[in-house]
């Protein structure tokens, strides 16, 4: 699995600079972890004003993207609006510190054209808390875990005659941002969270990983989001595709979780509200 090195709880990931993947990692033999020199040569700061004019073009034509044919039946419904939310989150606080008497600058990514992973995700952590309910779900789960929602599973792990057991799970998401080339990728997980350590025996397989003792991580889709410039009219256009779809065991319903996250971001599929930004 060709994991980039962000925010993924994996034993073998080392220390990796936020915005890197694995891919991205410098050339020199004996390094290990990098500088930062690549990023920053990379990185341009923008004053709050400047950071919320580039944006709007850039939110109309992520919510007005070309969708790969290839890129499956999600893509659309879900990880799209997840990505227009981090831009809602970003116009947000970009707007807060627009209106602060202290000066401040934001951090956009030459390479991609996006603001910063680093920003996206950090003021998605701010709004969280301005925020309630299944939107503070949603921003909870940029680069963390969050809890979706409580479920119960009848066990009969460790017990004579099949007698079953209710085993108390917390269903979990999780979305992850990095760079990979001049693209955006946006990776979503599942995960089932129990202090019953029985929970191991259902869903320590092949296809997940674990990330602590109580904590199991399912990766399952990752989608591209790259910008074209149109050559005669200099118009941005964003095309959205596939990155990734891992193939998982029928003990985790995908289908139903996704229909769920879909139903939840929705509503983030239209003009961003506030911030400054206009439709």
Request: with cysteine; hydrophobic share 40%; aromatic share 8%.
């Amino acid at each position: 699995m060709d994991y980039d090195a962000v925010g993924l709880d994996f034993d073998d990931a080392l220390v990796y600079p936020r915005e890197h993947s694995i891919s991205d990692m410098p050339s020199a033999p004996d390094n290990i972890v990098s500088s930062g020199e690549d990023i920053l040569s990379r990185i341009r700061f923008l004053t709050a004003e400047e950071s919320l004019t580039r944006l709007e073009p850039l939110v109309d034509a992520v919510r007005n993207c070309r969708v790969a044919h290839d890129a499956g039946k999600w893509v659309s419904s879900l990880m799209k609006p997840a990505f227009l939310l981090l831009l809602e989150a970003h116009a947000k606080a970009v707007s807060y510190l627009k209106d602060s008497p202290a000066p401040s600058l934001v951090p956009w990514d030459e390479r991609t054209g996006f603001p910063s992973v680093s920003a996206l995700f950090g003021d998605a952590g701010w709004w969280r808390k301005q925020s309630e309910g299944t939107e503070k779900i949603l921003l909870s789960s940029c680069g963390d875990w969050a809890v979706w929602k409580r479920e119960t599973l009848q066990c009969a792990c460790g017990r004579l005659r099949s007698r079953l057991r209710p085993l108390e799970l917390d269903i979990m998401i999780r979305h992850d941002l990095s760079t990979k080339d001049d693209g955006m990728v946006l990776r979503v997980s599942g995960g089932v969270k129990s202090s019953d350590k029985a929970f191991r025996h259902h869903f320590g397989k092949e296809w997940a990983y674990r990330v602590n003792d109580t904590l199991i991580g399912i990766p399952l889709d990752a989608c591209l989001l790259r910008i074209r410039k149109k050559a005669v009219s200099g118009t941005i256009e964003v095309e959205i595709r596939k990155f990734s779809e891992e193939k998982i065991g029928e003990e985790f319903n995908r289908e139903a979780l996704y229909r769920m996250l879909s139903d939840a971001l929705g509503g983030w599929d239209r003009p961003v509200r506030g911030g400054g930004v206009a439709a």
